[in-house]
T-cell receptor, first 112, second 111 residues
């Protein structure tokens, strides 16, 4: 089954404690990205990757890091989480010539 | 500055009637538009799309209309069903590059 899998689905952490949200896709897609969803703001792109070892900032990259060492994986790293990073995060992938994006189920992160 | 806007945060419609969700964009370079549907506790799922060379695309009960001169697109759902109750996001892209999403409209279809 074609899917985008992200973990953890739910996490409560404390300010400053580094965390990583993993994302994996099994569709051999070139393009992967991370979004955060906040009330009234919709889906905002954090980072995206056009292919292995190619990443670029989205609209709200501050406080986040990413890496793309393998085609299927695109982890999101919060080096020093802060409460304003409490949000619902979605990983997504699409093929290079893709006309649609496939989303993971979301990860609820709470930073206290 | 948001390049894709959904100005109605919510919409309530009676079952069997038409639901019309609206979306405006500012970038005339956008050439591809999509609608996504999102249920609580799930990721957004693709619903329907339209290329800028068209002004209408239909898929069953769902039709998307594109008015390029007004930089406006709309999603029509006819007839609306209670299972259509969800948050709907519109999105736009240029050359399948970065995708820009609106803030979403929560649709409630009343039985």
């Amino acid at each position: 089954e074609a899917q985008v899998t992200q973990n953890p689905r739910y996490l409560i952490t404390v300010t400053g404690k580094k965390l990583t949200v993993t994302c994996s896709q099994n569709m051999n897609h070139e393009y992967m990205s991370w979004y955060r969803q906040d009330p009234g703001l919709g889906l905002r792109q954090i980072y995206y990757s056009m292919n292995v070892e190619v990443t670029d900032k989205g609209d709200v990259p501050e406080g986040y890091k990413v890496s793309r060492k393998e085609k299927r994986n695109f982890p999101l790293i919060l080096e020093s989480p802060s409460p304003n990073q409490t949000s619902l995060y979605f990983c997504a992938s699409s093929p290079r010539t893709g006309n649609t994006i496939y989303f993971g189920e979301g990860s609820w992160l709470t930073v206290v | 500055d948001q390049q894709v806007k959904q100005n109605s945060p919510s919409l309530s419609v009676q079952e069997g009637r038409i639901s019309i969700l609206n979306c405006d964009y500012t970038n005339s370079m956008f050439d591809y538009f999509l609608w996504y549907k999102k249920y609580p506790a799930e990721g957004p799922t693709f619903l329907i799309s339209i290329s800028s060379i068209k002004d209408k695309n239909e898929d069953g009960r769902f039709t998307v209309f594109l008015n390029k001169s007004a930089k406006h697109l709309s999603l029509h759902i006819v007839p609306s069903q209670p299972g259509d109750s969800a948050v709907y996001f519109c999105a736009a892209s240029y050359n399948f590059n970065k995708f820009y999403f609106g803030s979403g409209t929560k649709l409630n279809v009343k039985p």
